[in-house]
């Protein structure tokens, strides 16, 4: 027997997501509706329109003939109730106004709604005059927005027409929320206007927003002005009022006047030259930006456009203000990070959402709008059609991004519908999906369809944006269709200086060079060059980041692995970026070891490598070219050139902090020495044994990227080998060793300073051990003493390199410690140096070996400590600033708060120093006092681009702080 198929089987074949509670509602219903089944199953969720129909029908029967009789009110009602539950509940309350659905349409809206609340449209000020004129207000305007739902939904209506329609339906509410405040409050003495901001300025209004707005008065002729605008604020309070109070038809929306000057500090209604002082003089970008959508939307329209006008002379003059540059880059930042972010299910506030592309569209206008008034428009979507016509946006980015946009309005639009609540959230409800998804059209899978298209639309608005601000200044310098327009010369300086390139004609010389041409080289150029021009425009100096990559890239550009490799390794080229922009130091080293670009991929490539590693490649290069040790030294040098060239980009990027740093160059200063060592020894009789013995920052372990060696050379003579034979031997290796270091090339030279020995300069330049033990026994000063903390064996023979430390040890840690008039010497010698080693012109404050609270101040705090109690203190005794402070905490000679204020100024000083060395590629002690040259390093430092008067100020405390300590623990008793 055929089986009988139930209602709700039947119900649930049509489209029913749940056909019994379907069955249910159409067996409860006084009025059959089987006939209407097919036209509810159309809709985006037809058990959601079943239940408000039934429930309209309930209220009033002869709704249903209605609907049979009317296809157009029948076809824009079911769209309704179809997708939102909160008009389907409207109607309910009031089914009187079902039958104004038929209509084509419903009107002025403004005079309506000003009716609704018993004002006169004629009049020029209406005031309301009935007695529930706030909920005839929300009765009327609801009216209106399910007429508008109706033809969107129908898609009778254009997206950009019903955000336009939204926009002025808002405006009308405003007029007659105006002209209930009118009613409240006396302002016969005050002309009002109110100025639409954001969305509803720029008439993109979504259903369900704050309407945000700025409020300007005057008073009328002859009125007191402060009089005038008591009254003023009064008649803007009750209009937001009016709007916002909750009444038993709920309320209209929030109005929000936040974007006003100084915004909520500052006083709700201003003069019309009130405003303009304020953003005259104190406005910042992000305002002119806001003030591009700024639109006459209520009250006196003489006013309000007299506002406008004034007001839309400085928006297009913005450009040319000071810190324009620093704003916009700041604002792009934002923007860019903001895409690369997570929130994926926000369309307004996700990585590539409305808002990241509204905020982009606006910043090109700012940029280019002074120069081109066709881009001043306030609405989005026609934005960035001019921008897009006038080359400002490439054509295809700007139609990807609008399909984008358009797709995310629209869905806005339903998921606010569907409760008439503020939400952006995509949801996971797989029925909520499913309403959207049907919505849009799409029947077949509603749910993976419409995933599958937000998604894609979310991705390519976040890969366009990626290129949004640089690919049109490719095409300003390539080959175009006729029929596209390009970025002119001076809009692509407009654009590169607003992105913070100081030569942009530079710059766009450098684009072409890199760009032009069919090669499959420039080919990948130009897909690399949009997001490299981005990553440049991220560091302390673009200028240097570009010139550095094309530098690179004409070396290297032919070999087949560099481009493929920033290509496909996102990693390398981003880092490389960084440090083309932030080092002309490393970018001189890369210069000439282009193939070191191949280390930037991972952070484990950018770790400071063993020293028996390095010592055993430098020894087998050494042995490689035995009998030549030009060639052997040069080997080396450029290891050492590499070694450099990777612990700087470590540093830059945060790998590495700056004890490791003065340990890695130190590490690679002592085998760069006993590889060259290896070499000089080869041309030298072996008849001494021959050591270099560290001494200042190099025996510290504490070296910067500007230091020299200094060292001091020690030998002892072979078995039956005379002492002079042995001493020629011995010089004749040392002047070797310094100038094999010292050679003409392309690598730096690794300077050896050997003026720390007995005597300075006057003495020796090689000792026996016997020589020193004799010298410092007899002759030796307590700054020896006390230069001799940092002493070390660094390369030559270990053997006698222990020697040697064993005889100094009881030279500098006496063990009875320092007599007082020693203690008093190194004072009285600390102070002359203070005065008289400061370099002319230098300002002590900010010099950060010399100066107070810098590297010398902390570094002879620790040196007396030792001097005085290491001899009976172990732990004291070791080479390093640091190491020292540390062990003089733990055996009570030192206050760990005033360990741990020493110990910053130290680190901080040095890290000025070699940002100092990174950025300019030259050697300096002092914070830069030219505010460019400050703000490089800075940045390199780790400030934001507006943070180098931070960056001062934050030395000035550290090192007065320090200098506090210094005077309480090295000049106190």
């Known amino acids: ?413 339903l998921l606010q519908l569907h409760r008439l609540r503020r939400t952006h959230i995509v949801p996971d409800d797989e029925a909520d999906l499913r309403r959207l998804g049907r919505a849009l059209g799409m029947q077949t899978d509603p749910v993976g369809e419409f995933t599958a298209r937000w998604r894609r639309h979310a991705k390519e608005a976040r890969r366009l944006h990626e290129k949004l601000f640089y690919r049109p200044l490719l095409q300003a310098v390539s080959r175009l269709r006729e029929s596209e327009a390009r970025l002119s010369t001076t809009a692509a300086k407009a654009r590169l200086e607003a992105l913070g390139y100081v030569d942009p004609a530079g710059a766009l010389r450098h684009i072409a060079g890199l760009a032009t041409g069919v090669s499959r080289r420039a080919a990948i150029q130009r897909t690399l060059l949009p997001v490299m021009l981005g990553w440049f425009a991220d560091t302390p100096d673009p200028d240097a980041a570009l010139l550095g990559f094309r530098q690179v890239s004409d070396k290297l550009g032919s070999t087949p692995w560099y481009l493929r490799l920033l290509r496909d390794e996102t990693a390398v080229a981003s880092r490389m970026a960084r440090v083309l922009g932030t080092s002309r130091y490393a970018t001189g080293l890369l210069m000439h070891a282009p193939d070191a670009v191949a280390m930037l991929g991972s952070d484990e490539e950018l770790a400071v490598r063993p020293a028996e590693a390095l010592l055993g490649e430098a020894s087998a290069a050494v042995s490689r070219h035995a009998g030549d040790p030009v060639t052997a030294v040069t080997a080396v040098r450029a290891l050492r050139r590499k070694e450099l060239f990777r612990t700087a980009v470590a540093d830059i990027s945060g790998l590495i902090d700056i004890e490791g740093v003065g340990g890695a160059l130190s590490a690679l200063s002592d085998v760069t020495l006993q590889a060259a060592l290896d070499a000089a020894l080869t041309k030298v009789p072996a008849v001494t044994s021959f050591a270099i013995i560290a001494m200042g920052r190099l025996g510290g372990m504490e070296s910067s990227y500007a230091s020299d060696a200094d060292v001091m050379f020690v030998h002892s003579p072979l078995p039956g080998v005379e002492e002079r034979e042995a001493t020629d031997a011995a010089f004749a290796v040392a002047n070797e060793l310094r100038r094999l270091l010292s050679l003409p090339a392309p690598d730096p030279p690794l300077i050896i300073d050997p003026d720390l020995r007995p005597e300075g300069r006057q003495g020796p330049l090689v000792r026996t051990l016997a020589s020193y033990r004799a010298y410092y026994s007899r002759w030796s000063s307590p700054w020896e003493s006390q230069a001799l903390l940092r002493a070390r064996f660094s390369a030559g023979d270990a053997a006698l390199g222990r020697e040697f430390i064993s005889m100094i040890d009881e030279l500098r840690y006496p063990q009875g410690g320092l007599h007082d008039d020693a203690v008093r010497e190194i004072r009285r010698l600390k102070a002359r140096m203070e005065a008289e080693r400061l370099p002319r012109g230098a300002d002590p404050a900010l010099h950060t070996k010399l100066g107070p609270g810098g590297l010398s101040d902390v570094e002879w705090v620790a040196q007396l400590l030792q001097l005085r109690h290491a001899g009976t203190l172990p732990s004291l005794r070791t080479t390093r600033t640091l190491d020292a402070l540390r062990a003089a905490v733990s055996e009570g000679l030192l206050d760990p708060a005033d360990e741990a204020v020493l110990a910053e100024a130290w680190r901080f000083a040095s890290r000025i120093r070699d940002a100092n060395m990174l950025v300019k590629g030259r050697a300096g002690d002092s914070v830069p006092r030219e505010s460019g040259e400050r703000k490089l390093v800075a940045q390199t430092l780790g400030y934001p681009p507006d943070g180098s008067e931070d960056f001062l100020d934050d030395y000035r405390r550290v090192t007065r702080r320090a200098r506090q300590v210094v005077d309480r623990v090295f000049y106190g008793d």
């Not at 000020?125 to 005839?136: F, W």
């Not at 336009?164 to 105006?178: H, Y």
């Not at 003059?317 to 000071?322: F, G, I, N, Q, V």
């Not at 808002?355 to 979507?381: K, M, N, S, W, Y």
């Open 1 to 413: 027997m055929p089986r009988i198929e139930s209602t709700a089987a039947r119900l649930a074949k049509l489209g029913f997501a749940d056909g019994a509670r379907a069955a249910q509602l159409l067996r409860h219903a006084e009025t059959g509706m089987d006939d209407l089944l097919d036209s509810l199953v159309d809709v985006a969720d037809p058990d959601l329109a079943l239940a408000s129909l039934t429930r309209l029908a309930e209220r009033e029967p002869a709704v249903l003939d209605t609907l049979r009789g009317d296809e157009r009110l029948r076809t824009r009602l079911l769209s309704v109730l179809g997708v939102s539950a909160a008009l389907g509940e409207h109607l309910v309350r009031h089914p009187e106004q079902v039958a104004g659905l038929a209509a084509p349409d419903l009107g002025d809206a403004r005079a309506g709604l000003l009716r609704a609340v018993g004002a006169e449209p004629e009049q020029a000020e209406p005031r309301a005059g009935a007695g529930h004129a706030l909920v005839a207000l929300r009765v009327a305007y609801r009216e209106r927005l399910l007429h508008l739902a109706a033809r969107d939904l129908t898609g009778e209506s254009t997206l950009s027409e019903v955000t336009s329609e939204l926009s002025d339906l808002a405006g009308a509410a405003l007029e007659a929320a105006l002209a209930v405040a009118r009613s409240e409050v006396d302002d016969g003495e005050v002309r009002l206007a109110v100025i639409g901001m954001g969305k509803c300025g720029a008439r993109e209004l979504n259903y369900i927003s704050d309407v945000d707005v700025i409020f300007v008065a005057e008073p009328r002729e002859g009125a007191d002005e402060a009089k005038a605008l008591r009254a003023a604020t009064r008649l803007a309070q009750a209009m937001m009022r009016a709007c916002t109070v909750t009444t038993s038809e709920g309320s209209l929306w929030e109005v929000d006047a936040g974007l006003r000057p100084e915004g909520r500090s500052g006083p709700l209604v201003r003069t019309l030259g009130s405003h303009l002082a304020y953003y005259r003089r104190w406005a910042k970008t992000w305002e002119f930006q806001a003030l591009l959508k700024a639109r006459p939307l209520a009250g006196d329209l003489e006013l309000g456009n007299a506002y406008v006008q004034a007001v839309d002379e400085l928006v297009w003059t913005a450009a040319t203000r000071e810190h324009f540059v620093e704003d916009v880059q700041a604002m792009r930042r934002r923007v860019e990070a903001h895409v690369r972010g997570e929130g994926e299910r926000q369309l307004k506030l996700g990585p590539g959402g409305l808002r990241d592309i509204e905020f982009a569209v606006q910043l090109l206008q700012l940029v280019h709008g002074r120069l081109d008034p066709l881009l001043r428009r306030r609405a989005t979507l026609p934005a960035l059609a001019a921008l897009s016509r006038g080359g400002y946006v490439g054509r295809d980015d700007a139609r990807g991004l609008a399909e984008a946009y358009a797709f995310l309005r629209q869905v806005e639009h």
